[in-house]
């Protein structure tokens, strides 16, 4: 599938929308199911609530933050570590319970949410920090959003199904073509842990390619 996208974006991003007409075969990215309910309108309700980082390419909020300032990356984690949350789940009830139920499936680690712009976009790049598969999580996608993986076609958000994406091993590039805000919540986990790697394991998912 290809695109024609709003003229005012940047030829790079017209270009990586126009020319690549691939389609998924499931190794890149997929749908999953998460075993309970997600409530988008009260996601949405805290997500505006957020006190927004604004200091990157899209608005962000990370949800937790490491305590101590050890060797190392400050993007990665051991169970050892401590990290502190950065909002009161007491006023964030819809955010804390969404990280309950996904720490009962197993770990979550690196979690946040994004906030997109009408005409806002995301260059292709592939991410390095945290780990090659990330789970998004659509809050709200409004028609013209898109989130296209090279050579993979476009990550399904139709329905706002969650969606698995090899992140780390793929280039891809995010837009906002539409005139509402786009949020999303995105996040890391344990794949050794047996609730996520069942889910894994029900995938094409292939992150050694
Ligand atoms: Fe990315």
Redesign the pocket.
């Known amino acids: 599938m290809t695109v024609h996208i709003s003229e005012n974006f940047p030829k790079i991003i017209k270009d990586f929308y126009l020319y690549d007409e691939s389609a998924s075969d499931g190794s890149a990215h997929q749908p999953i199911d998460l075993p309970f309910e997600i409530d988008r309108s009260a996601l949405l309700v805290d997500a505006k609530k957020l006190p927004w980082d604004m200091s990157h390419a899209i608005r962000r909020f990370e949800i937790v933050k490491r305590e101590d300032d050890v060797a190392g990356t400050d993007r990665t984690l051991n169970n050892r570590q401590p990290v502190t949350a950065q909002i009161d789940f007491n006023e964030f009830k819809a955010i804390g319970k969404l990280i309950n139920d996904l720490n009962s499936i197993g770990p979550v680690t690196y979690m946040s949410f994004k906030n997109m712009l009408p005409g806002e976009y ?1 260059e292709p ?1 592939m ?1 390095s920090l945290y780990g090659p598969l990330s789970i998004y999580i659509p809050i709200t996608w409004p028609s013209g959003c898109y989130f296209k993986v090279y050579k993979q076609g476009f990550v399904d958000f139709s329905d706002l199904k969650p969606n698995i994406v090899d ?1 780390g091993g793929h280039v ?1 590039s995010v837009i906002n073509d539409s005139n509402e805000e786009r949020y999303t919540f995105s996040f890391y986990c344990d794949w050794q842990s047996p609730g996520w790697n069942k889910i894994l394991a029900g995938t094409k998912i292939n992150y050694n390619n």
Request: charged letters at 20%; a negative charge; glycine letters at 0%.
């Open positions: 995301l790049h991410d992140t891809h």
